[in-house]
């Protein structure tokens, strides 16, 4: 059964199996629902990551193997995953609550000394002392990623983990407007808290907005968007090939798999392609400028697109609005986020 949350429904929809370029959009309109960005509020509930950076340079070989030689200048902690779409939120000016699992080591209180003083949105973290945090390292010198290697558990959370989440989200629906569900296959997206989650939002017409990870396709029945980047989509759909032929049969059938209001599939230089339910489908060409750096950017794009469909926006004017938040992050290096003023400049300058 399809979610049609208040703020999905309000999608405008053209003829039956229309397709083409998205029309121009409202700038004004655009510019109204990042207005309303501090009256929204949106549930994240996901893997919790704490992405490391070790930055520095290399000048020589090492004598010991064919590997660089990195000299460390600095290093630094940030939000990654399912807390990078909650910190998304927040940097865009929305109210984000956040649920997922933590270690009871170093990890975790690294990761909730970066979540800050925002302690009104952590009551969803909870602590597993069996499991660790899950951690990427990435070795960063002259802007280019030398290496990277993660600590991280990938087996299912407990049942009594799922039973924690599922009664937190529960005790927030009231005061929520949108559910992300942020899947990074680190074992807290489960088929028994995604038909939780679909059921509880059933009961009060919630949009579910879910970033896919490919071996979990199966589990996304019901939800109201999946956001897959193009070779997700392509794998999950089993087609082959990266042009427009091939998004368009994979996005196609992907919704009709899922039985889901949008596919939103991210293409990296050629920008996004959006399926609705009527058989449309439409492309959004990118508006990045520079790519220096994709970490982080499908965070971007899902935690823009709830926050604007929590404002009431409608799933193409939420995607033309991540699509611009997409264009502004890969910009940068490492993980980042974007404010609500950023957004609208790029928006005027585009």
Not at 193 to 206: D, M, P, Y
């Amino acid at each position: 059964m399809t979610r049609t949350g208040t703020t999905a429904s309000k999608a405008p929809r053209g003829r039956e199996g229309e397709s083409g370029r998205l029309p121009t959009p409202d700038l004004r309109a655009l510019q109204q629902h990042i207005a309303k960005f501090p009256q929204a509020s949106v549930l994240v509930v996901g893997d919790l990551i704490l992405d490391h950076y070790i930055w520095g340079k290399v000048s020589r070989i090492s004598p010991e193997a064919p590997v660089p030689i990195v000299h460390v200048d600095s290093e630094s902690l940030k939000l990654g995953g399912a807390a990078n779409v909650y910190n998304n939120i927040v940097s865009l000016g929305g109210r984000a609550d956040l649920c997922g699992i933590i270690g009871s080591d170093e990890g975790g209180r690294q990761l909730l000394k970066e979540l800050g003083t925002r302690r009104q949105g952590r009551g969803g973290v909870v602590i597993d002392p069996d499991r660790p945090t899950t951690r990427k390292t990435r070795v960063v010198a002259h802007n280019q990623q030398i290496v990277r290697y993660d600590v991280e558990g990938r087996t299912d959370i407990t049942a009594q983990s799922q039973r924690r989440i599922i009664r937190y989200i529960e005790s927030r629906l009231r005061d929520i407007s949108c559910l992300v569900v942020s899947d990074y296959a680190k074992g807290v997206v489960t088929a028994t808290l995604l038909a939780g989650l679909t059921r509880l939002a059933a009961l009060r017409r919630i949009p579910i907005i879910v970033d896919p990870k490919v071996e979990h396709f199966s589990y996304y029945k019901g939800v109201t968007v999946v956001t897959p980047n193009h070779l997700e989509a392509a794998q999950a759909a089993g087609v082959h090939g990266n042009d427009d032929r091939a998004a368009n049969q994979a996005g196609d059938i992907l919704r009709q798999r899922l039985g889901c209001e949008c596919v939103l599939i991210t293409r990296g230089e050629k920008g996004m392609s959006l399926f609705e339910s009527n058989g449309s489908h439409w492309h959004i060409p990118t508006v990045a400028r520079q790519v220096y750096d994709v970490t982080g950017a499908g965070d971007t794009v899902i935690g823009t697109l709830a926050l604007a469909m929590a404002s009431g926006a409608s799933i193409r004017d939420g995607a033309i609005l991540a699509n611009h938040a997409a264009g502004i992050v890969v910009g940068m290096v490492g993980t980042a986020t974007v404010t609500a003023q950023q957004l609208t400049e790029a928006l005027t300058h585009a």
